[in-house]
Structure formats: structure tokens, C-alpha cells
T-cell receptor
């Protein structure tokens, strides 16, 4: 039972354009959502988060949008840079409980 | 260093062998998590500690898997009688608070290969 789904295994974007990574979840009890970035041979590193009381959180080139009615969140990266090429994991948690990860989306940013 | 440290980085075990994977979390972090990541998949939750208390072990796939954090700091994940399906990267993460609402810091992982 996949509670967090990232339906696009990969995404290719031109440098300077916007990258949009999508994530859907099924558990309406989730109240905190995170994006992690992972390079090969390294552990995931935290990128940005949003709590369920917000619908948008921005940090530099990265913005996360949350649509609770659709149980959908997205990560926007603008402008995309070649160094952004990595696997991006969407994750969700319910206060005080474990964090559940999606399967990841591999982003390729072409120079 | 100040990050989460895992050892060994790589482990090859013969089927049936017992293995122990170590995690040194960031000092002062209350929560510690173990995840299993198969090739091409996201991290799958195994177990969670708040200080020395194991609050959730619902993700451990069988009774061959055992984790401990006796002093609320270093944790060990033990796998007994390893099987080929145990081959994966085992990730440890720690976070400052115990409420699940703060970002976790991950180690580099231990890649276990069972032959």
C-alpha cells in the first residue's frame, strides 16, 4: 500500500527552465511534507518542507506547493541548474509518527 | 564530523551469516530512524527510536531483524541468518526532535550484499 506516490520515475529539463516534480499521497492524516535530494552514493539530504496548514513554502529557487483537497504536492525549481540533477524524494509524516517516502524521481538538467 | 556516520559502508555476507550495522547519529538528536532502500526504490521505514526507546518497529520485515539504541545515542541494526532478499542499502537518519515534524539527517548508508 503506497501511501506516497511519485508517478514519474524521471524528468529531463533544459538548464534555466522550470522543473516541476509531483507527488500524491493517500493518507489524509499526514500533516508534514518534505522533499529530499539524493546524489549517487550519498544519503538523502533535506531540501524543503511544508506543514499542512500552509499551501506554499519558498526557499530560494525551490518552492513547494500543497493541495490538500487533491492530496497532491509539487516541487518547483526555477531556474534549473545542472547541479540540480539528482533523485528527488517526496516524504510525508503524521505528527509523532514515521516518515513515509515515495519511490523518487530522477531529474536530469541538461546544459 | 558533525553528520550521521554509518559503518561499514559496504558489507558482503554469505547467506546465513549474521551482520551488524552501526549508526552514529548527530550528537543530541532525539530521534533515530532506520530505513531499507532497494535498488530504484525510495527508503522503506524499518524502525524508529526516541532516545533509547524503540517506539515503532512495524517496518522490520521479519524477526531476523533487530535494532537497539541502548544509551540513546549509537544504534545497531542486526540481521540474523541473512537472506539474498536482505541485499539493500540500509540508511540511518537522526532528527533533533521527537515529533516527526523536523527534517532528518541521513548517513551515507551501508550497502549490504548477501551472496
Amino acid at each position: 500500500d503506497q501511501q506516497v506516490k511519485q508517478n514519474s520515475p524521471s524528468l529531463s529539463v533544459q538548464e534555466g527552465r522550470i522543473s516541476i516534480l509531483n507527488c500524491d499521497y493517500t493518507n489524509s492524516m499526514f500533516d508534514y511534507f518534505l522533499w529530499y535530494k539524493k546524489y549517487p552514493a550519498e544519503g538523502p539530504t533535506f531540501l524543503i518542507s511544508i506543514s499542512s496548514i500552509k499551501d506554499k513554502n519558498e526557499d530560494g529557487r525551490f518552492t513547494v506547493f500543497l493541495n490538500k483537497s487533491a492530496k497532491h504536492l509539487s516541487l518547483h525549481i526555477v531556474p534549473s541548474q545542472p547541479g540540480d540533477s539528482a533523485v528527488y524524494f517526496c516524504a510525508a509524516s503524521q505528527w509523532g509518527f514515521k516518515t513515509i517516502f515515495g519511490a523518487g524521481t530522477r531529474l536530469f538538467v541538461k546544459a | 564530523g558533525a553528520g550521521v556516520s554509518q559503518s561499514p559502508r559496504y558489507k558482503v555476507a554469505k547467506r546465513g551469516q549474521d551482520v551488524a550495522l552501526r549508526c552514529d547519529p548527530i550528537s543530541g538528536h532525539v530521534s533515530l530512524f532506520w530505513y531499507q532502500q532497494a535498488l530504484g526504490q525510495g527508503p522503506e521505514f524499518l524502525t524508529y527510536f526516541q532516545n533509547e526507546a524503540q517506539l515503532d518497529k512495524s517496518g522490520l520485515p521479519s524477526d531476523r531483524f533487530f535494532a537497539e539504541r541502548p544509551e540513546g545515542s549509537v544504534s545497531t541494526l542486526k540481521i540474523q541468518r541473512t537472506q539474498q532478499e536482505d541485499s539493500a542499502v540500509y540508511l540511518c537518519a537522526s532528527s533533533l526532535r521527537g515529533d516527526g515534524a523536523t527534517e532528518a539527517f541521513f548517513g551515507q548508508g551501508t550497502r549490504l550484499t548477501v551472496v
